[in-house]
């Protein structure tokens, strides 16, 4: 069980800051830092000056069932290690992503991902300013660092799942074939179904289904 201290930051104007953090009685921020074996776990603010609610998050963020406090940048770091048998690009792509994320709650003071709410991460998405295609490539991304999350009790749901993707994908936003994904494609339909008719509608099909934007 990690041992938890109560602390004030306190405030330029107040009288007691030379006296220390542990200095409590004044009525700046109240913050807790989480230990365990000697080391620090986490740093989160609970959100009030009043003592009384201050115990009772702190409270809160102890009890069984709670959300692990992880701190989002070593959220980030354990996805990414997660995914090192992955291409290089990819990697690159979903590091970028969780980066800007990183970014926006260091601007918005949240350090732990419990922290993030659907409300903050619509507000990233909203700042972001991505064509549609690339848009929804990270908000799958974004599912899929949630998911972990979640796995790991860091969050109680993956809140990119209650993000819906961008509305209009017209067909021009969709990346064209080269000639040989299209040869490719053509040579796959061909090689199953029966009669030639079901051969023209896998080749007439096929496209479609390779697009893949159902899932918006
Ligand atoms: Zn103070």
């Known amino acids: 069980m990690p041992q938890m201290l109560i602390w004030r930051r306190h405030t330029p104007k107040c009288t007691h800051r030379r006296k220390g953090r542990e200095f409590l009685k004044c009525s700046c921020p109240l913050w807790a830092d989480g230990y365990a074996n000697g080391r620090r776990e986490y740093r989160v603010s609970l959100k009030t000056r009043d003592m009384g609610r201050g115990l009772k998050r702190a409270a809160e963020l102890d009890a069984p069932g709670a959300p692990v406090l992880e701190p989002i940048k070593t959220a980030v770091k354990a996805f990414m290690q997660r995914c090192t048998d992955l291409q290089p690009s990819t990697r ?125």
Do not use: M
């Open 92 to 216: 690159r792509k979903y590091l970028n992503s969780l980066s800007q994320l990183q970014q926006f709650c260091e601007a918005q003071k949240i350090d732990i991902v419990s922290d993030l709410t659907v409300e903050t991460l619509e507000a990233f998405r909203a700042g972001r300013n991505l064509n549609p295609i690339t848009s929804l490539k990270e908000l799958h991304t974004l599912r899929q660092f949630f998911g972990l999350c979640f796995d790991r009790r860091w969050i109680s749901a993956n809140i990119a799942k209650l993000i819906k993707g961008p509305r209009s994908i017209r067909p021009n936003d969709v990346e064209p074939y080269t000639a040989s994904e299209v040869a490719k494609i053509i040579a796959a339909s061909d090689a199953f179904g029966r009669g030639a008719y079901e051969r023209s509608r896998a080749r007439d099909g096929a496209p479609v289904a390779i697009h893949g934007i159902a899932d918006r």
